[in-house]
């Protein structure tokens, strides 16, 4: 139980933080405008499949993700208080208190990028939203998994920025690829039980991923 | 393995063989639409002579896969052992790994330009052995951003393990999911899967698994050089000190 | 009254590959007090941060007990705090809440007593709800004294002890030495003659290694 509070009081710490400083969550909203707008502009009035559409939708998500996801680490790093962090908390309770942190931050930036797109692009319509939301949970929460641990390796690196989507894009493909199959089946409206497949391999990264991370974060964080 | 040098003999002798015998057999034999004796290859329809890169490109793509498997394995025992010799070996198996996977890419594309006709297409394989070279070329950029030795060759060896991780997916997941170009995928009607059925015929087959075993050899070989240089460099370094 | 000891055996680090230090050993139990000294560079923020168990020694091992009893490093945070110019606070948050979230994520618990207790022994009392960013480095040190002494360490590691401190922060932290001597354990690492002279044993650390009383 003292390992839960003890996760709970890291993710909270990180969320004042951010709502304290503000300049990170104000520029990751802007960059999901001007990367919508990119796209906006790149594809005007032209008839979208649903294929484009939804692959567009994760490319927008990655960047975005790979602009804010790194965050909870390089912070630390670059104030000097990873030292303090690790004499305070265990590893595990770091690694799930930061992981939870990515997730919600995940959840929240891919929210905000639906809800442009549904009001930008009119051929961005959700037909099944029963697919469309799961798709969105499970994709989200696979994607803070990979993401947080490679955040975790960047933060000990030079070049951090441009670093962390170059590590993180091989690894993210399985996922990215299904996500993008399965978005697009939501758009075309189709029935939820023939995502199905692509649920399972959802989850199945997702708990790949996650447990081996949580296994070797030991190693990336521990000096 | 690396001590013995009479051992090496036997890999660099054995490969040199190998591969040449599997270049000359794999050229020469004539393909025939009905093989009489053992030195003829079938002519598959569709394939045709096309069907010769089998000997080639199948086996530098493997070796590609070797090389990143050894290196995974190595980074994993660095991460044991805390033993720089295991680095050694992880990056030398790494750096010759990327290397075959450029040539299995550039085999692949060529060959896809003349079967296909084009050199980049959707194809599961095609697209698997493109994403192994995103993962050695990440994991060389991770190693040259890091300071340390130390942290160089324990970060790589995580990220090693992680990409290595979503290798299950690429395997089994995406060739189902995507229907492929490639002999042996989902919507190959037109029956010519050779690999992954092993429908070859006998002599086929076995020049095809020499081919494997000489390219794999040959693999072992450069990356005993490989790790003799790194460690009589290393050497150096730690005599200058 | 707990026993503590720490049993530091071979303790060797290396950095790219180049030895820092080598076989670096020595046997300690409460109370007591341990000054680390050395050049610049010798390696004694490095052996301090091993001790503290922020960084694992390339070969060697270092062995906590509490009572006789081995503890493990993952509950070294109970028992260890350590003031360094490498560990900082939350420039963001205040002292209060810096104190209040480490205090959360360390045991679940806030003390405020202790708070407040260690607040004003350090001169801090009046800022705590200023952010730790508008302090001066001094007032920052000073606050990192009340973050170490927050969960009563049965020891304590100063690595550098009165950097950015003036005459008034130098003797808070003497009061602070003194209180630690008693029953605890206290490591200092210094290359200030005068701070290595408040402990009763030394180890140095470098060319020239050895012990003395």
Known sequence: MKTIAAIVAVVSKDVRSELRTRYALNALLMFVLIAVATILFALRDDHLSSDVLAGMFWVVIFFTAMSGLSRIFVSEEERGTTFTLQLVATPSVVYWGKLFFNAGLTLLLTGAVAILYIVVFPAFVVQSPSIFIVTLLLGDLGFAASATILAAIIAKAHSKGTLYPVLSFPVLIPLLMTVMQSTAKALDGENISDAFGDFQILIAYLLIMAGGSYLLFDYVWKD | MFGKIDEMK???????????????????????????????????????????????????????????????????????????????????????????????????????????????????????????????????????????????????????????????????????????????????????????????????????????????????????????????????????? | MKTVSIDAKNISKDFNRRSIFHDISFEVSSPASLAITGKNGAGKSTLSKILAGLLTPTKGSVEYGIDGKTIFSGEFRHVIGFVSPYLNLYDEFTALENLHFLSRIRSNTIDRQRIQELLMLVDLWHRRDDHVGTFSSGMKQRLKYAFALLHRPNVLLLDEPTSNLDDDGVEIVKQIVQEQKKQDLLIIATNDAAEANWCDREIKVGMDRGEKQ
């Not at chain 2, 004796?37 to 569709?46: D, S």
């Not at chain 2, 090389?67 to 044991?80: N, P």
């Not at chain 2, 995103?134 to 991770?142: M, P, S, V």
């Not at chain 2, 050899?217 to 460099?233: D, Y």
Request: with cysteine.
């Open chain 2, 10 to 241: 036997i890999v660099k002798i054995a490969s040199i063989v190998l591969i040449t015998f599997v270049i000359v057999v794999g050229m020469v034999i004539p393909m025939v639409a009905v093989p009489q004796t053992f030195w003829q290859f079938p002519l598959i329809p569709g394939l045709e002579e096309k069907a010769r890169n089998i000997f080639y490109h199948v086996p530098v793509a493997w070796v590609s896969v070797l090389g990143f498997l050894i290196s995974l394995w190595y980074g994993f025992r660095y991460l044991q052992t805390n033993d720089f010799d295991n680095d050694l070996k992880s990056v030398s198996a790494a750096g010759l790994g990327f290397m075959f996977c450029v040539l299995a890419t550039v085999t692949g594309s060529i060959w896809a330009k003349f079967n296909w006709g084009s050199f980049w297409n959707w194809d599961p394989r095609e697209t698997s052995i493109v994403i192994l070279l995103l993962i050695y070329g990440a994991y060389f950029a991770l190693r040259s951003a890091l300071g340390s030795d130390e942290v160089r060759a324990r970060l790589s060896a995580v990220y090693s393990i992680l990409a290595g991780l979503t290798a299950p997916f690429f395997i089994f997941v995406m060739p189902r999911l995507v229907g492929g170009l490639h002999p042996g995928a989902q919507g190959d009607t037109s029956g010519s899967t050779p690999v992954a059925q092993l429908h070859m015929p006998l002599n086929m087959r076995l020049v095809f698994f020499l081919s494997l075993l000489g390219f794999s050899l040959f693999f072992f070989w450069l990356w005993n050089v490989c790790v003799r240089a790194a460690r009589l460099e290393q050497t150096i370094f730690s005599n200058k000190q």
